[in-house]
């Protein structure tokens, strides 16, 4: 962690941490936040559905061991891996893999997946991956990024500038949940119980502003927020005049350490 462990514990006594990972994803942040002296309010704010593998199959059969593969997120990783089969795991394996972010690497190596594309520490976001020494002179390579439904278009019009072949692979979809209960979150707002907002994408903020309803600024304008990155940090603020911390990565600890 990048910061020491007891200067977090002081920081998180008894402060109040929304968690609006995918409800799948929030153990971790919850586990650090309670072991760290703070409260965990879990409140998933964006659901994923991975796409039916017997269609993605199809997709991933056309890559081969010439091109190379990205993951923009621990989503794409398990879109592919949840369901795959031992022949098509065996042709991945010969594919250069890359991955946007240390989350997502650990996602490819604890599927035993060697990564070796990936940004170096401190530079985790799709910028950071574009500066690798093996994505520079790619002219003719065919990459493949694996996302959800939409995203950012920065690695797809960069490699094609550098004139690589792109194709993009769906592994699921991101959306709203389909049923949620904000009643008890806005009751935990309105009673000063949480203080502390973590969202990792403009997507998640927009889905909670949404779920909150006409509470929204009511609960958000004295909360801390904290994003990965300067990017959500400025479409947020483009938008709404909410107090914003800004962590190094994604990653559970350098959230929780953007707290203190």
Do not use: W
């Amino acid at each position: 962690m990048s910061s020491g462990a007891d200067d977090i514990t002081l920081a998180l006594n008894g402060t109040g941490v929304l968690i609006t990972r995918p409800l799948a994803q929030s153990g971790g942040m919850q586990g650090l936040v309670t072991s760290h002296g703070g409260v965990a309010y879990v409140f998933p704010s964006l659901e994923i559905t991975l796409r039916p593998y017997h269609e993605l199959q199809a997709d991933l059969a056309r890559v081969s061991a010439r091109d190379v593969l990205i993951f923009v997120s621990t989503n794409a990783v398990n879109g592919v891996f949840h369901e795959i089969d031992d022949a098509l795991r065996r042709q991945l394996a010969s594919v250069q893999i890359a991955a946007v972010g240390e989350r997502t690497q650990a996602a490819l190596e604890a599927e035993n997946q060697i990564v070796t594309i990936s940004p170096e520490q401190g530079h985790q976001h799709s910028e950071g991956l574009l500066r690798h020494p093996l994505l520079q002179d790619i002219t003719g390579c065919h990459v493949y990024i694996v996302r959800g439904q939409s995203g950012r278009e920065i690695i797809r019009d960069t490699l094609l500038e550098r004139g690589a072949k792109l194709d993009y692979i769906q592994a699921y979809t991101r959306h709203i949940p389909r049923s949620y209960d904000s009643a008890p979150i806005i009751s935990a707002f309105k009673a000063g119980q949480i203080q502390t907002v973590m969202l990792t994408s403009f997507a998640v903020f927009e889905n909670l502003v949404q779920m909150l309803g006409h509470d929204a600024d009511s609960c958000l304008k004295h909360a801390q927020l904290v994003v990965p990155g300067k990017r959500i940090e400025q479409k947020i603020r483009a938008r709404y005049p909410f107090s914003i911390r800004v962590a190094k990565s994604a990653s559970d600890q350098e959230m929780l350490a953007a707290i203190k």
